[in-house]
T-cell receptor, first 113, second 112 residues
Framework: EAQVTQNPRYLITVTGKKLTVTCSQN?????MSWYRQDPGLGLRQIYY???????DKGDVPEGYKVSRKEKRNFPLILESPSPNQTSLYFC????????????FGQGTRLTVV | GNSVTQMEGPVTLSEEAFLTINCTYT??????LFWYVQYPGEGLQLLLK?????DKGSNKGFEATYRKETTSFHLEKGSVQVSDSAVYFC???????????FGAGTTVTVRA
């Protein structure tokens, strides 16, 4: 089954404690990205990756890092989380062909206290 | 830059009512347009799409027509069911870009 898998689904952490949210896709997609979803703002892109070892900033990259060492994995790293990073996070993947469907993970609900 | 403006929610309807969610966009080129749906506790999934002017996307009884002259892509369904309760997102991507730009989302609740 084609899917994007994120872990964990829920996470409560304290300010400043480094964390990683994992994302893995089994569709051999080139393009992967991270979004955060906040009420009234829709989804905003944090980072994206066109392929292995190729990453770039999206619209709201401050406070986040990513890596793409393998094609299937695209972890999101918060080196020093702050309360304003409390949000719902989605990983997505697409093929290298434009105008195709994006597949989304089930989301990670992060709370930073 | 690109932007998508959606009708404010929440929207509450009775079963079998007609649903319209307005979506307008601003883009520099000729974007592809999408509607994504998010059911409670789940990720987004594609509902329908249109890649050029006058195209009509349709799926599960939902329809949307790409109107270049009015820069709109309104979502419609003639008779909603309780199972259509979800958050609906309008989105676009430019022809030379993989990035999706999303609207704020519209929460729809259908009551039996």
């Amino acid at each position: 089954e084609a899917q994007v898998t994120q872990n964990p689904r829920y996470l409560i952490t304290v300010t400043g404690k480094k964390l990683t949210v994992t994302c893995s896709q089994n569709m051999n997609h080139e393009y992967m990205s991270w979004y955060r979803q906040d009420p009234g703002l829709g989804l905003r892109q944090i980072y994206y990756s066109m392929n292995v070892e190729v990453t770039d900033k999206g619209d709201v990259p401050e406070g986040y890092k990513v890596s793409r060492k393998e094609k299937r994995n695209f972890p999101l790293i918060l080196e020093s989380p702050s309360p304003n990073q409390t949000s719902l996070y989605f990983c997505a993947s697409r093929t290298g062909v434009l105008n195709t469907e994006a597949f989304f993970g089930q989301g990670t609900r992060l709370t930073v206290v | 830059g690109n932007s998508v403006t959606q009708m404010e929610g929440p929207v509450t309807l009775s079963e079998e009512a007609f649903l319209t969610i307005n979506c307008t966009y601003t883009a520099t080129g000729y974007p592809s347009l999408f509607w994504y749906v998010q059911y409670p506790g789940e990720g987004l999934q594609l509902l329908l799409k249109a890649t050029k002017a006058d195209d009509k996307g349709s799926n599960k009884g939902f329809e949307a027509t790409y109107r270049k002259e009015t820069t709109s892509f309104h979502l419609e369904k003639g008779s909603v069911q309780v199972s259509d309760s979800a958050v609906y997102f309008c989105a676009l991507s430019e022809t030379d870009d993989y990035k999706l730009s999303f609207g704020a989302g519209t929460t729809v609740t259908v009551r039996a």
